[in-house]
């Protein structure tokens, strides 16, 4: 299986950890040093690559004295909007960008930069909803809450950077392949599941048949419209496969399930891609992560 679209390939490196909790006292989320560790083991080499960006973030803050329930807030919306920079400037150049993170807060600088531009959608696949309020976070990271934010539910300070709020709206997003069954806190948000997204928990998306669910849910939020986004956050694949994040769960998706999911979607109007939440500091030996490069070089590829 090989990446469908002609267009070059160009990596941004969004190595943020500003939206995750602190592992410790002094201790960092490690998911900042994602797109380094990937590309010392090797991934930018497997891909036919034309040029490299690297986004670097604001300096990380356990942020204990927040007002708002989510962490480095002001240093998030200040990434996001460089982020954006980077995005917007590879897509709008023909480009097709894969961003590797960092956090699943990177979300709001992808779906911003397109909203400069465009009304894309989101193909959103991850093991969690990530569909939730700050007043509902244990945590305050706002990683947990990034599908609420890019769709304008949440403080402004994010939901409305550059006056563009939402940046997708809901009627635009496929949710697929969440196993994170956990309802949060009453909160002043729909359940996912009334939201007006396609959403397709695992169970459902493997009873459909992973080709056929794809196909619809993209279909049923125009993809093909105006292009749409992949986010695919690596705790949508089971933890025996990939343990190197904060919020493992068995049962996920398996390497070739994955593989079936984004290969079709990247037959529609795909405008890029982004990758999260992988954790080096979790993954002695890179065991994980070289699966990961593994399954990245198959299915962007070029075809021969």
Known sequence: MGRTTARRLVIIEAPSNLGLMPLGDDVEPGTRHAPATLRQLGLHDRLAVERVVTVEPPAYRRDDERRINIRNIDAIADYSIRLADAVEEAVEAGCFPLVLGGDCSILIGSMLGLARQREAGLLYVDGHTDFYLPEQSATGGGAGMDLALVTGWGPSALTDLEGRWPYVTTRRVAALA??????????????????????????????EGIEACVDVALSGIDADREGFWIHFDVDAVDSRLMPAVDSPQADGLNWKEAAILLTTALKRRALGLQVTIYDPSRDPGHVAG???????????????
């Open 178 to 207: 969440n196993r994170d069954h956990e309802a949060g806190p009453p909160a002043p948000i729909p359940d996912i599941a009334e939201s007006g997204m396609v959403y397709r928990p695992l169970e459902q998306l493997r009873a």
């Open 290 to 304: 070289k699966a990961l490069i593994e399954w990245l070089a198959e299915i962007l590829a070029p075809e021969t």
